[in-house]
């Protein structure tokens, strides 16, 4: 077991997370807004959680991005999720089921914010 979640670290100044915004379609985009509402410049990792998909619950890693903001500043972030990241195998290959899919935006694995759903239609993905 590991002794510190994934992104984990150590940071002079503090950094906030806008509301998450999730777009659907072919593949599933996020964007959001990131301030540094600390005294210092620093570097953050936003990261975006996949929760649950078409029913089905899952904890995995869907997308980050890591960014360096000087201190007061802002920056509107879109992150794209890559579509295999959402499909499970079967008989036939790559499948992405029809239903909710939830993410929720975090600091690390175990600090996650408010959740958000995007619902998706039925794909197969080619090989």
């Known amino acids: 077991m ?4 994934f ?3 150590l940071s002079y100044t ?3 997370h806008g509301p998450l915004k999730l777009r659907g379609g072919d ?10 509402s600390g005294e210092r410049d620093g570097q953050d ?6 929760l649950n998909a078409a029913g089905k619950t899952v904890k995995r890693l ?7 903001l000087r ?12 579509p295999r990241l959402l499909a499970n195998w079967d008989q036939h290959g790559w499948l992405i089921r029809a239903g909710s899919y939830t993410f929720a935006l975090g600091t690390s694995a175990t600090d996650l914010g408010p959740l958000a759903t995007v619902q998706l239609g ?3 993905l080619k090989p």
């Open 71 to 82: 201190r007061g500043e802002s920056r509107e972030l879109s992150l794209s999720v890559d």
């Open 45 to 50: 990792v936003p990261q975006l959680y996949l």
């Open 122 to 124: 039925e794909r197969r």
């Open 2 to 5: 590991p002794l510190f979640p």
């Open 7 to 9: 992104g984990y670290g």
């Open 14 to 16: 503090r950094f906030e």
């Open 62 to 68: 869907a997308a980050f991005q890591k960014l360096a």
């Open 27 to 36: 593949s599933v985009s996020a964007s959001f807004t990131v301030r540094n």
